[in-house]
């Protein structure tokens, strides 16, 4: 059983960054197969959940198109941990994130509110 917690959200300017983490408690990243493949996902009011960045245990990494060049996934297997490093906020990008396996295949956080804003 994993336990992800999801925290580093807040309210930004368009143009602004912030860094996101995901914590994973029940299970170990570096050595168990079901959080092999990590991602953060967002989903905005009245959107489904999609995928926004994709990491494998050997920090191999997929983008979707629409934050390709401003998102940064990462990982620390030692401490069970994710990131995503968010730069050059857009409006857009407004929304819960969330991380999970890709696909997902844990109980869902509570996520964690972007706001984008001026």
């Known amino acids: 059983q994993v336990q992800l917690v999801e925290s580093g959200g807040g309210l930004v300017q368009p143009g602004g960054s912030l860094r996101l983490s995901c914590t994973a408690s029940?299970?170990?990243?570096?050595?168990?197969?079901?959080?092999?493949?990590m991602g953060w996902y967002r989903q905005a009011p009245g959107n489904q959940r999609d995928l926004v960045a994709g990491?494998?245990?050997?920090?191999?990494?997929l983008y979707a198109d629409s934050v390709k060049g401003r998102f940064t996934i990462s990982r620390d297997n030692a401490k069970n941990t994710i990131y995503l490093q968010m730069n050059s906020l857009k409006p857009e990008d407004t929304a819960v994130y969330y991380c999970?396996?890709?696909?997902?295949?844990?109980?869902w956080g509570q996520g964690t509110q972007v706001t984008v804003s001026s």
């Open positions: 999970n396996s890709n696909p997902p295949l844990h109980s």
């Open positions: 029940g299970s170990s990243f570096s050595s168990s197969s079901n959080v092999y493949y």
């Open positions: 990491i494998t245990r050997s920090s191999r990494t």
